[in-house]
């Protein structure tokens, strides 16, 4: 299975998920939970929602490629595959993941093994982005160019950008009920600095010769370049698919 973590794991990158709270990612999934819960956090990365997921819980941060962060009496953290968590049938009252499944080559394997450990009327509580409904203003062809090649990069590492419009979808097919959707919409970046991010992914992935989107990618960085040289006051405001739903 081709798949990778497109945004990489490079200063900025760590530091804009270290920015993240339960506050303003999963005030929607914190009222599913009650002290005594066990909740996984799937895909916690620094573990800066996790924390704040507890409420009395006992909340595990798993994510496939975890650093060393510190528990507490609440908080535990696993590295572990998505696909394949350490945890028995039906152990687990409630699962939560903000933007992971987005990155993800088979989210539907997912769903089903999170199906598999939460108990019968346990809830899933997921938060995906949708950069088809991302606004991005102003827009231009080097803007809609740099895009297109940002896109790319996520299809390569095995992700889906637009995964937000069809994550409800999945997870009906994969035996979900109560399914409950709604679209948020949150500036997660300035638009200059969204322009400086798009360019430095764009311009590491031509680090490798032999990367087989060459051509395409060296001219959306050429656009990303552009952009990021002439970009003025403009607005980023991305799109995020909240759900929840019951096994």
Sequence with gaps: MLEGYAPGYGHDAVSMMAARTAAERAAFARALVA??????????????ITAELAAGAHVI???????????SSTVDFVAASTYALPFSTASVDVVFSHALFEHLADPLAA?????????????????TSDWSRARVRPRSANVDAALRGHYLLRRRAGGDPFAGRGIGTLVAQAGFTG????????????????????????AAALADPDHPDRDQLTSAARSAWSWVRT?????????WQELTATR
């Design 231 to 239: 970009a003025g006051p403009g607005d980023f405001v991305q799109c």
């Design 61 to 71: 941060g798993v994510d496939a490629h975890l650093a060393v962060l510190p528990g």
């Design 111 to 127: 769903l089903a093994e999170v199906r598999r450990v939460l108990c019968p009327g346990g809830r899933l509580a997921l938060s």
């Design 179 to 202: 399914i409950s959707e709604r679209a948020r919409f949150r500036e997660d970046l300035p638009y200059r600095s969204l322009a400086t991010y798009v360019e430095s992914r764009l």
């Design 35 to 48: 002290p005594g819960m066990r909740v996984l956090d799937l895909g916690c990365g620094p573990g800066s």
